[in-house]
């Protein structure tokens, strides 16, 4: 609480009392706490792979390396570490957009059938890396409203969260189906599952269940943050269900007519 006061005089200059204001300054210290831990998670998130990238080029320097096999071990490793910082920026740089762009959604008739055939392309390859069997289940002739791009996005970061999350020979399966109102996504894994306590913070930026896993599997602990920004400003709600071992399902709500 932030007070401030002043001192009340009557004409004859006596001190009768005092006014005090209370300001309930917590929202605005919260949202300050939140902007702090955000520069401190992302000062961190950049600085491990830079860490580690710097560390491998200065030994193979150094070090007379004869040993091929290790010198490309160390040059995969400096590789993988680029490839996240790459990502981690195009993460950050596309929340930011979304964020100050609230107001400039390109709004267009979306026709669900060719515009998800783009984006299915690139996650039939990724599943059928790991041996997943990918299922989509999509009514037909489906039409609405909305950032066709920012959407896609939206998708494609829930596939690859499945499929990341899933081990070889799983399943993952794509709905979409609509009601008088909604158009609704669902994708469903047969994956690791997400702890009941974890499931209202998964939404957090850099909040991830298992540091090291995400890490492994190039997360940026941003993608879940953008797709919940980018239903939000199509006024949708997003929604998780799971079981920890079984799998999860993530259900996207979006209204057909802004
Ligand atoms: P990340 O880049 O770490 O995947 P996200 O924001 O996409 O970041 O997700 C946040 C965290 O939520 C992940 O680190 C993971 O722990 C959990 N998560 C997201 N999707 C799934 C899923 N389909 N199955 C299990 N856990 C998931």
Same mark, same amino acid.
Request: proline share 2%; charged share 30%; with cysteine.
């Given at each position: ?21 209370? !300001? =309930?300054?917590?929202?605005?210290? /919260? ?12 000062? !961190? ?8 990238? /710097? ?8 070090? =007379? ?59 039939? &390859? &990724? ?12 009514? /037909? ?5 909305? =950032?066709?791009?920012?959407? &896609? ?17 799983? /399943? ?24 009941? =306590? ?61």
């Amino acid at each position: 609480v932030e007070v401030t006061g002043a001192p009340v005089i009557n004409d004859v200059k006596d001190l009768k009392g005092a006014v005090l204001v209370f !300001h =309930d300054i917590s929202d605005l210290k /919260r949202v300050e706490e939140m902007r702090k831990d955000f520069v401190a998670n992302v000062s !961190h998130e950049l600085k491990t792979p830079i860490t580690s990238i /710097r560390g491998f080029a200065e030994t193979l320097l150094e070090d =007379d390396m004869a040993d091929e096999e290790i010198r490309k071990q160390f040059l995969n490793i400096i590789l993988k570490e680029s490839t996240r910082l790459q990502s981690l920026i195009h993460d950050l740089l596309e929340l930011s957009k979304i964020e100050k762009e609230e107001m400039k959604l390109s709004l267009k008739l979306i026709e669900v059938d060719s515009w998800m055939q783009s984006s299915l392309t690139l996650i039939e &390859q &990724q599943a059928q890396k790991k041996s997943l069997l990918f299922t989509k289940e999509v009514e /037909r002739g489906i039409t609405f409203y909305g =950032d066709p791009d920012r959407l &896609q996005q939206v998708i494609l970061n829930l596939m690859y969260n499945a499929i990341n999350y899933t081990g070889e020979g799983g /399943r993952v399966i794509l709905r979409v189906a609509e009601t008088q109102s909604d158009v609704v996504i669902e994708v469903e894994d047969t994956g690791v599952g997400i702890p009941e =306590d974890a499931r209202s913070r998964i939404f957090e930026r850099f909040y991830r269940v298992d540091r090291a896993r995400s890490r492994n599997t190039g997360g940026t602990g941003l993608g879940l943050a953008i797709v919940k920004h980018i239903v939000e400003v199509h006024q949708g709600t997003i929604a998780v269900t799971s079981e920890v071992g079984k799998g999860s399902c993530f259900t996207v709500k979006l209204p057909k007519k802004l």
